[in-house]
């Protein structure tokens, strides 16, 4: 029975993952274990009953979803085309400066 | 397209999306309940959850391409929920507050679902409204860190692995927060709603 562990074993014992005569004999002679253990059972238990709690969605819920994934695909394609012509421009700028574009620059050497 | 399954539905968007939103919408469809009803019980506040599902779901149009196997996309869209409620959880850096953990007045006026209706007495009606208002309570009043691994386990029913996968930390320790999780529950139960502790 694997005794360094003891932690681990409480929370499987207490949802039933640990079970059998040989679990309930090794929480009977470890009072304070099993003590836990039934608290553990019953907080297990009570929690359970939220289970059945309907949790409502409000009504508008998809299209608001719809109207949110449109406007981020809308920024997002803004954002690609600014950085399509930022790139442009830079290459522009850098074929302003060095007189040349790089791909000429062999060329231009000779 | 509704009833096809999630993973149908997924590869269709790998496939459609984003010039055709219809196996999207349908996948929002068939899961928007599942994500809502944990962000909420993650968050603790209908705004807060309705957000962070929208969040979620905002994650799964840009990224479904890249998912490697539409199989998973139940999983991989549950464990974004887990992962983007706890990210905001901790960017909001508290407990969500306990005003805020009481659920929205129309959800307040549900029933219990019986199998037979006429089973419920008035009693036994107001009573499971005081379990419910306590748990709720309860849970909320928690770390965030003990709310989501209880969420996950007692009221999901997650397996340990997958909580573990969740929060990044091994299998020992996830059973191990697990139950001191449940004993922080049970005290502060007990002190809370001393009258609906069974010892």
């Known amino acids: ?110 | 397209m509704e009833s096809l399954p999630p993973q149908t539905l997924a590869r269709l968007c790998q496939e459609t999306l984003p010039e055709d939103t219809r196996a999207f919408q349908a996948l929002v469809g068939q899961l928007k309940a599942r994500v809502y009803a944990t962000a909420y019980r993650l968050m603790g506040s209908r705004q807060d959850a309705e957000d962070q599902a929208q969040e979620v779901f905002a994650k799964v149009y840009r990224g479904i391409q890249d998912l490697d196997d539409p199989a998973m996309v139940t999983t991989w869209i549950y464990r974004l929920t887990v992962n983007t409620c706890f990210d905001a959880l901790r960017k909001r850096g508290r407990s969500p507050n306990t005003t805020a953990a009481a659920p929205p007045s129309a959800d307040r006026d549900v029933e219990p679902q019986y199998a037979d209706p006429n089973a419920a007495t008035p009693e036994e009606v107001a009573l499971w409204r005081e379990l419910r208002d306590c748990l709720e309570d309860v849970l909320q009043r928690l770390d965030p860190g003990e709310r989501g691994v209880l969420v996950l386990r007692d009221v999901e029913e997650r397996p340990y692995q997958e909580i573990a996968e969740m929060l990044a930390i091994g299998l020992g320790a996830t059973k191990m927060r697990i139950h001191r999780a449940r004993l922080a529950f049970q005290q502060l139960f007990e002190s809370l709603c001393p009258e609906l502790w069974r010892p």
């Open chain 1, 1 to 110: 029975m694997p005794a360094t562990n003891e932690e681990f074993n409480l929370a499987e014992l207490a949802d039933g993952t640990l079970a059998g005569p040989e679990w309930e004999e090794w929480l009977a002679v470890r009072p304070d274990l099993a003590a836990e253990v039934a608290a553990a059972r019953q907080v297990r238990a009570l929690l359970g009953e939220l289970r059945a709690v309907p949790i409502a969605l409000s009504a508008d819920f998809e299209a608001a979803l719809m109207e949110r994934v449109r406007r981020d695909a809308t920024l997002l394609g803004l954002l690609d085309l600014w950085l399509a012509s930022f790139g442009r421009a830079l290459l522009e700028l850098i074929g302003a400066l060095f007189g040349v574009p790089p791909a000429a620059a062999p060329a231009a050497a000779q």
